[in-house]
């Protein structure tokens, strides 16, 4: 499996994007790092970071567009038609600045579009004006495009919160080139099941992304990775390798107070245990388990998974 770090985990103590590649290049296990758009260009240009990236011997996995400032009001649903166009735009050239990084795919987390209120927002005009930003955005560019949903956070309620609405939509655009990011602590925000969306998306290859983290399900605690639903993280990983995803799974965890360095190399270590658990164990013994659709055949394979985990 390969890996990829979240930069501003490093510049968090030192603001300089050159420093923090410089520590990321140093992890063993870690090869990828996602940049923000326009947020990681502001003191180098797209030139300065490929080389940078080249210099440390990583890789860019994906562009992840950040709207800020005048889209508070919201990003693709702005009742101001410019601001809206404006959100396309930024949205457009993150694929030029990916293509050019050598990139997978653009990454959008719509943070502001949604509502507080009920009678806020007309929920299909709304909805109208989400689908002609992602068919523009996916017409523009063959840059593989991802939606990664979030319930509430910035708003109250996120417009594209869950894993059905993203699905709806993604149906409605029906582009080639547009997927999901799935990220955990989202998931488990929103009640979902992660290994569910993992494995029905990850089956038709519209996986674009996992985000790995973890949390008590309130909020987006970004934690380290297995720390608090392991078995939920290992089944996730589970339908990872039996679907062959081969893209960088990205640690999007939060060190608050913790060391970045050591926080991401807890998150690389977690990671190889479960690659090495299942592996050991082996993909056709844990299907001939889950094939029997029994609470007790889960149970003691969860018990053997721990046996083969040595
Ligand atoms: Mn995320």
Not at 3 to 26: C, M, P, Q
Not at 65 to 80: M, P, Q, S, T, V
Not at 154 to 173: C, K, P, Q, W, Y
Not at 209 to 231: A, P, Q
Request: charged share 25%; aromatic share 12%; glycine share 6%.
């Amino acid at each position: 499996m390969k890996y990829a770090t979240r930069i501003n985990s490093f510049l968090r103590v030192d603001s300089d994007l050159k420093h923090a590649l410089e520590a990321i290049g140093k992890i063993d296990g870690v090869d990828f790092v996602d940049l923000n758009y326009p947020e990681h260009f502001s003191d180098y240009s797209v030139k300065e970071v490929k080389d940078m990236l080249s210099a440390n011997s990583l890789r860019c996995n994906a562009i992840n567009l950040r709207f800020r400032g005048k889209y508070l009001h919201g990003e693709f649903g702005n009742i101001d038609r410019r601001i809206a166009e404006d959100a396309i735009t930024l949205s457009k050239e993150g694929t030029d600045v990916c293509r050019q990084l050598g990139g997978s795919q653009v990454i959008i987390w719509l943070g502001f579009d949604g509502f507080d209120y009920s009678f806020q927002i007309d929920y299909n005009e709304y909805w109208d004006r989400i689908i002609h930003a992602f068919k523009s955005i996916c017409a523009y560019s063959k840059m593989p495009v991802s939606i990664e949903y979030k319930p509430y956070e910035e708003r109250v309620h996120a417009f594209i919160d869950s894993f059905g609405t993203t699905m709806t939509i993604l149906n409605e655009v029906n582009a080639d080139n547009l997927g999901v990011t799935l990220d955990f602590c989202h998931m488990l925000m929103k009640k979902e099941n992660p290994a569910l969306a993992t494995a029905y998306l990850a089956k038709r290859g519209k996986l674009f992304n996992l985000h790995l983290n973890d949390g008590e399900g309130s909020t987006d605690d970004g934690l380290m990775v297995g720390t608090v639903n392991l078995w939920k993280t290992i089944e996730v990983m589970y339908y990872l390798k039996k679907y062959g995803f081969d893209g960088a799974v990205y640690f999007d965890t939060f060190p608050k107070r913790e060391k970045a360095v050591e926080e991401c190399e807890a998150n690389v270590r977690m990671c190889r245990l479960i690659e090495k658990m299942i592996d050991n164990y082996g993909l056709d013994n844990i299907a001939s388990a889950i094939e029997k659709q029994d609470g007790t055949a889960a149970a003691n394979l969860m018990i053997d998974l721990i046996a083969a985990a040595n």
